[in-house]
């Protein structure tokens, strides 16, 4: 198949409070507003633009896997354990809600940590071939 998907480029993330959200997103994890207005704001954030969407307090981008666990639906990847390491203490000091960096049995380490609405988004350690090679020609 010659069509075929190359990049997710639009991430859409339920907020309780569209203004409130974008200034964490700002603050703690480097955004960049891009557009603001009552029902949604668009955020660029990890090559990847992000909407907050304006959403009932119900609402949440998680999910319940089989084992009853509420879990994440993206990870974010840093460049190395010294980066997990930084940014998990980051934020902590920013009193984030955010959890303990795990040994998951495959390469690198994980974290979890959650938005204001309590949207879960994991980090983990190690970046993915296609990026650290676009990484290096970017650097070059």
Do not use: C
């Amino acid at each position: 198949m010659s069509n075929k998907l190359v990049r997710v480029g639009t991430t859409y993330i339920p907020v309780t409070n569209v203004d409130i959200s974008a200034k964490w997103y700002v603050k703690n994890l480097g955004a960049v507003l891009s557009y603001q207005d009552e029902e949604k704001v668009i955020l660029n954030l990890a090559d990847q633009s992000f909407f907050l969407v304006k959403a009932e307090e119900t609402q949440s981008s998680n999910f319940i896997d089989s084992n009853g666990n509420e879990r994440f639906s993206m990870t974010f990847e840093v460049n190395g354990l010294d980066a997990l390491e930084e940014l998990h203490s980051f934020f902590m000091e920013s009193e984030m809600q955010v959890g303990n960096i795990e040994n998951r049995g495959h390469a690198g380490r994980n974290f979890v940590f959650a938005d204001l609405d309590g949207n879960k988004f994991d980090v983990w350690s190690e970046l993915s071939p296609n990026f650290q090679e676009i990484k290096k020609l970017i650097s070059e």
